[in-house]
């Protein structure tokens, strides 16, 4: 696919998987894409299974992301996971503000902004996640939820880190429950996305900014989506969690 940025698509594997498992996907998946290069394939076990699944994807062309990071450091911070306990670990990205910790997690934009800020300061790439939901969507305020979401999970970061950080926009309707955004409805967020990014920074760095969509994504669906001139890439919940799948996404994207 010849697109004007590098495509990357991501496994969300949320609460799925036990080390064992994640040992298991993971040798499948490694062994099934060893020949792809022109993609950026990341796959974002859970916590537990972080440190096995380093270990084999050490000299390979996968890469390590997390679910979730904390807005610190070290400390007195129960339950919380530190950005250098991470990078110890080799992962690369860490998704943010996924809709599943807005909405459960009660996660707001500005708590996104603090470890988005976080993530950058210690070497790994958030991967910000933006949505509306159905009732937003029929209400006629998807550009508005979503611009509000962006300007308040980028807040304060540098244009350089805006540049080098990963959206995702994954409609809340379409994630999980096999209703896939249309490849138009899709394309036009992703496009006002850039528009906001545009007035949030400029031209330049709007244009480098990787949009993933997600919501659904799967094998037969892939093609078309990636398609889109502005869909840079796929994060991939249900579809991940089987190496088959997952696979074949990643194929229709090259
Ligand atoms: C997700 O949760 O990030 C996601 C896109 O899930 P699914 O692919 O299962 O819709």
Redesign the pocket.
């Known amino acids: 696919m010849d697109k004007a940025r590098r495509l990357i698509i991501a496994g969300?594997w949320?609460s799925n998987k036990t080390n064992a498992e994640a040992i298991a996907l993971v040798t499948e998946i490694k062994r099934d894409l060893h020949a792809v290069t022109e993609v950026d394939v990341v796959v974002c076990p859970a916590f537990t299974a972080l440190a096995e699944t380093s270990k084999l994807i050490v000299e390979s062309n996968l890469r390590l992301g997390a679910q979730n990071l904390s807005e610190t450091g070290y400390g007195a911070f129960t339950g919380e996971i530190a950005p250098g306990m991470l990078r110890e670990l080799s992962v690369r990205y860490v998704i943010l503000g996924?809709s599943?910790r807005r909405q459960f997690q009660k996660e707001s934009d500005a708590l996104v902004a603090k470890k988005a800020a976080n993530a950058h300061a210690n070497s790994l790439i958030p991967i910000v996640c933006v949505g509306e939901t159905l009732a937003e969507r029929e209400a006629g305020i998807t550009e508005q939820v979503v611009e509000g979401q962006l300007r308040g999970s980028l807040a304060g970061l540098t244009p350089e880190q805006v540049e080098t950080t990963v959206l995702a926009y994954?409609p809340v309707w379409?994630?999980?429950t096999g209703k896939t955004a249309s490849s138009q409805q899709a394309q036009d967020v992703h496009a006002f996305i850039r528009k906001v990014l545009v007035s949030l920074h400029g031209e330049a760095v709007a244009r480098r900014v990787r949009i993933q969509y997600?919501?659904?994504?799967k094998g037969s669906n892939a093609r078309e989506l990636l398609g889109q001139p502005d869909i840079d890439g796929a994060?991939?919940?249900?579809?991940s969690l089987e190496a088959k799948s997952f696979v074949e996404i990643v194929k229709n994207s090259i």
């Not at 997600?214 to 994504?217: I, P, Q």
Request: glycine residues 30%; aromatic residues 0%; without cysteine.
């Open positions: 969300n949320k996924h599943e994954e379409a994630i999980g997600g919501g659904s994504v994060l991939v919940g249900g579809a």
